[in-house]
């Protein structure tokens, strides 16, 4: 379990928050990582009666991968600027930007496909990943805009790539999912991680107790 050095989640964690809730696996109930995620907001929602939660299925409400038209965000302003297309395909960024932008923490369900995210997910962030809404560019760089939200990574793998540098060098998906959200100024990121899952009835049952223990470790 990896959390930066913050302790104590659940107590700092003030009534009212709003977490979004995001899976990406598209294997259903057979998933990992949706059983993952499951849990966790589980867990935080019954630490914190009230807490608001929305819910992304991105194996069934993908965005469309970035396109010419999906770069109206990009574009000035002005309506009359847009296509019809260029329009729809903005109304859906704004929407998912402005979802994320409204969630204090984000629980995200990712296994590793190809050794990267699915790309679904992947989808999904080049839409949120917005300049002046989720970063910005100054003269000393860029800068995040996300910075006091906590995102908590839920991590499949067939395979165990965390405890070697050759499996580390292969791993694409807690690498990228990490680099993108500290872009973004997202300085608090837990992972949980359930490796070995395609390694055997005993690497399996290993993978996940690991998880397990990393999902008790959120609250301590």
Do not use: C
């Amino acid at each position: 379990m990896e959390n930066d050095g913050h302790r104590n989640f659940f107590i700092r964690m003030g009534p009212f928050m709003k977490l979004l809730h995001i899976d990406s696996s598209i294997t259903g109930q057979n998933s990992v990582t949706r059983g993952l995620t499951r849990t966790i907001v589980e867990q935080q929602k019954a630490a914190h009666p009230g807490l608001a939660v929305e819910y992304l299925d991105l194996a069934l409400q993908a965005p469309a991968p970035l396109s010419l038209d999906a770069l109206g965000f990009r574009l000035p302003p002005s309506d009359e600027a847009l296509s019809d297309v260029q329009r729809r395909e903005n109304e859906i960024s704004e929407a998912l930007v402005s979802q994320l932008i409204a969630a204090d923490v984000v629980v995200i369900g990712s296994p590793l496909y190809n050794f990267t995210v699915p790309a679904q997910l992947k989808a999904w962030l080049d839409r949120v990943a917005q300049v002046g809404r989720t970063f910005k560019y100054t003269e000393n760089g860029p800068v995040g805009l996300l910075g006091g939200k906590t995102v908590i990574l839920a991590l499949s793998r067939g395979g165990v790539y965390s405890s070697s540098d050759a499996g580390n060098a292969m791993e694409h998906q807690e690498s990228y999912l990490k680099t993108i959200f500290g872009f973004m100024g997202v300085t608090d990121i837990r992972v949980v991680r359930a490796e070995g899952m395609d390694m055997g009835p005993e690497s399996r049952a290993r993978g996940l107790a690991q998880a397990q223990e990393d999902i008790l470790a959120l609250a301590a």
